[in-house]
T-cell receptor
Framework: AQKVTQAQTEISVVEKEDVTLDCVYE???????LFWYKQPPSGELVFLIR??????QNEISGRYSWNFQKSTSSFNFTITASQVVDSAVYFC????????????FGPGTRLSVLP | EAGVVQSPRYKIIEKKQPVAFWCNPI?????LYWYLQNLGQGPELLIR????????DSQLPKDRFSAERLKGVDSTLKIQPAELGDSAVYLC??????????????FGPGTRLTVL
């Protein structure tokens, strides 16, 4: 069975601080996809990134970066120089490789960035 | 490009009443998903459509829940009768297709259901 764990339920930081959101996953598949989504107070989940299990290169997009480590089954997300607009619930998700089925979300981490 | 549209955004009903949610996916997206999101939790898949065919409805409580996507475009999710435990946010998402190259899901704003 596939499972995603986000151990941090809530995190609070002060604006401009860096923050890392942890994601640990379990799967029996050797190939799979990992995702991060952001859910702001408006409620709509916003796609941030998709990473396949073949590619362990870290990725950077502006203030966002992702660290994928297959050896530890982790796909952590770092926000550099956080801003108040980053306040949201962030979800990590896992899907199998062949047909994108078994799309499993973690419980989410609520990030509050204080001014 | 318009995103996934859902209506209504909010619904309050009394238990045992029926309720229906509507979703219009992104144009050209063949795969449509309905999710249930309880407070403080991640979304859980209820049903997945490929065009008009429900290809994964294993998590849909079929005694009271039903869904349809008659023309392979918009979809309706129905609960009859609603129970107190059905209070949650119902999310609709769509993707171009089911295969890994095109399975990134884009979500609508959700319908928040409150059952009294």
């Amino acid at each position: 069975a596939q499972k995603v764990t986000q151990a941090q339920t809530e995190i609070s930081v002060v604006e401009k601080e860096d923050v890392t959101l942890d994601c640990v996953y379990e799967t029996r598949d050797t190939t799979y996809y990992l995702f991060w989504y952001k859910q702001p107070p408006s409620g709509e989940l916003v796609f941030l990134i998709r990473r396949n299990s073949f590619d362990e290169q870290n990725e950077i997009s502006g203030r966002y970066s992702w660290n994928f480590q297959k050896s530890t089954s982790s796909f952590n997300f770092t926000i550099t120089a956080s801003q108040v607009v980053d306040s949201a619930v962030y979800f990590c998700a896992l899907s199998d490789f062949n047909y994108g089925q078994n799309f499993v979300f973690g419980p989410g981490t609520r990030l509050s960035v204080l001014p | 490009e318009a995103g996934v549209v859902q209506s209504p955004r909010y619904k309050i009903i009394e238990k045992k009443q029926p309720v229906a949610f509507w979703c219009n996916p992104i144009s050209g997206h063949n795969t449509l998903y309905w999710y249930l999101q309880n407070l403080g939790q991640g979304p859980e898949l209820l049903i997945r459509y490929e065009n008009e065919e429900a290809v994964d409805d294993s998590q849909l409580p079929k005694d009271r829940f039903s869904a349809e996507r008659l023309k392979g475009v918009d979809s309706t999710l129905k609960i009859q009768p609603a129970e107190l435990g059905d209070s949650a946010v119902y999310l609709c998402a769509s993707s171009l297709g089911p295969t890994v190259e095109v399975n990134t899901q884009y979500f609508g704003p959700g319908t928040r259901l409150t059952v009294l």
